[in-house]
């Protein structure tokens, strides 16, 4: 076997400390199967207020410059799992809040400082200790700093010269770009506000940072990273990532079948798998109807939503189809939280039909794992999604996901086929209520017949999604970053 990797893993999300969506469960998910794979993983997370204080063993303090001010970081370092250990950094000014980026839509005022500074003290921290690892991976516009800080900086270390960063883009529509004189602020060299930098639209972008600087840029699903490069799902940067084409890749995430799988999941009614799937899910269905008040009429099915109920996701497709909803032979049972009109939206539904519509607006664990189990249908009609993690979650529980073909739903969805039985959910290409109803509709249709959605369901829970091979795809990207310096 070729040498062990010590990869430097920033990223403002890790579960069970901070997760806003997807990229927490990734946080913690990734390294832990590099872990397995036997390379180490160092991760740097912000210590936010909830994560409480010690997080961990002190390891030291650096000075870390962003801005004027004269600012220390405090590390706390705590064993996460084989081979992975996770270091807080502190900064109680910046990151001791009860958010990790703003309260509601509000952003804080100086995120353009905060990650600056969680990008900057993860260098800090090896050149302190005279420690180097191989590459640095980072996570999303708030860690697009670290390439940048390495390449002016830290280029000419004695401890952390050329070193590679892998970047990996989990949103694009979050591009962290902020006013103009950002470089001046944090004393960054002059010329990296130019538009072969970080310059962005008059503006600077984080984002683009960790695109041009990085050695290997990835997304989360080949689909995903075709898409971006396109003037309608670019935002902007389709121009940017065409030109580093040939440096950009799609990685589909994995699952942690650890959290996610009912043969294990200490959180649901009955455990269950591909042998006794019906049993299980029938008891499962059972409980979800119980939680959410809805009567038990098992013959109707139930679909379930469990989302941030933004635009991006295409909650106002579902919340504007109302009428056509109600006509249908179904249930709907939501869990999220997210923009007020859709939430209205989806109230309203519940107020025409309480019977069979039911919402609970929070963001709640248990009741994620809940729908999981207990629906029969799951439904993801995204504007776009980079890769997505609940439709592979609803597939291991024989929950058929009903998905608009976009991003990464479609390299992890494949379309019910009438001929042949093969497949795993139903897709569809309009992202508007006739194409979420047409899908609707043929799932409705095969579920009357009982051995067929059976099969549909047994094709689900056999695909394997855990992490192993992506880990194994993203060492390939670490060795490749590192032949490149
Ligand atoms: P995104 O990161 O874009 O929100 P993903 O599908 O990648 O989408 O990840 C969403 C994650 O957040 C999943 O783990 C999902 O279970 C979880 N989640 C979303 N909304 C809620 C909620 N209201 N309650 C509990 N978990 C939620
Ligand atoms: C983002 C994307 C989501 C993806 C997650 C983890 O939040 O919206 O599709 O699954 O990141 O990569």
């Known amino acids: 076997m070729s040498t062990p990797l010590h990869v430097a893993f920033v990223t403002p999300e890790v579960v069970p400390f901070m997760k806003t969506g997807g990229l927490g469960d990734v946080g913690a998910a990734l390294p832990k199967a590099l872990g397995r794979l036997g390379h180490r993983v160092t991760i740097f997370l912000p210590r936010y207020a909830a994560i409480g204080f010690p997080p961990g063993a002190f390891a030291g303090s650096v000075h870390v410059p962003v801005d004027a001010v004269h600012r220390s970081a405090g590390f706390y370092r705590r064993e996460l799992s084989e081979n992975v250990e996770v270091v807080f950094v502190e900064h109680p000014p910046f990151f001791d809040r009860p958010h990790a980026y703003g309260a509601g839509d509000r952003d804080y005022q100086d995120n353009r400082l905060r990650f600056a500074f969680l990008a900057r003290a993860s260098i800090e921290y090896f050149r302190s200790r005279g420690e180097r690892p191989h590459v640095f991976h980072a996570h999303d516009w708030q860690t697009g700093l670290v390439p940048v800080y390495l390449k002016s900086f830290y280029w000419d270390d004695p401890t952390l010269h050329r070193m590679p960063t892998v970047f990996t883009i989990h949103n694009l529509a979050y591009q962290g770009n902020f006013p103009a004189d950002t470089p001046s602020v944090l ?94 899910k029938a008891a499962c269905k059972a409980d979800l109807l119980k939680t959410f008040g809805l009567a038990q009429t098992p013959d109707l099915p139930v679909i379930g939503i469990v989302s941030r109920l933004v635009r991006l996701k295409g909650h106002d497709i579902v919340a504007d189809a109302w009428y056509d909803l109600l006509q249908r032979p179904l249930r709907l049972v939501v869990v999220g939280t997210g923009e007020p009109a859709i939430q209205e939206g989806f109230a309203t539904l519940a107020e025409r039909d309480p019977s069979r519509f039911a919402m609970r607006f929070v963001y709640d664990e248990t009741l994620a794992h809940k729908v999981e189990a207990g629906a029969d249908m799951f439904l993801m009609p995204s504007r776009f999604e980079p890769c997505g993690l609940t439709q592979m979650y609803s597939l291991r529980y024989g929950t058929v996901p009903i998905v608009r073909a976009t991003g990464g739903l479609v390299d992890t969805v494949e379309p019910y086929q009438a001929s042949t039985g093969e497949g795993t959910g139903f897709r569809f290409d309009h992202a508007d209520g006739t194409g979420m109803m047409w899908a609707i509709d043929q799932a409705l249709a095969l579920w009357k017949d009982a051995p067929a959605w059976r099969k549909l369901m047994r094709n689900g829970m056999s695909r394997d999604f855990s992490w192993g091979r992506s880990a194994e795809q993203y060492v390939d990207l670490y060795r490749r970053a590192l032949g490149r310096v």
């Not at 995903?224 to 995430?253: C, H, K, W």
């Open 187 to 280: 004393g960054l060299p002059w010329n990296l506000a130019s538009g072969d930098a970080l310059e962005f639209h008059g503006g600077v972008s984080y984002m683009k940072g960790g695109v041009m600087f990085s050695e290997l840029v990835n997304t989360v699903s080949p689909q995903y990273a075709r898409e971006i490069q396109t003037p309608a799902m670019g935002y902007g940067f389709d121009g940017i990532l065409r030109s580093r084409g040939a440096d950009l890749s799609g990685i589909v995430n994995g699952v942690d079948y650890d959290e996610w799988d009912p043969s294990v999941d200490p959180l649901i009614a009955r455990k269950y798998g591909p042998q006794d799937v019906v049993a299980g």
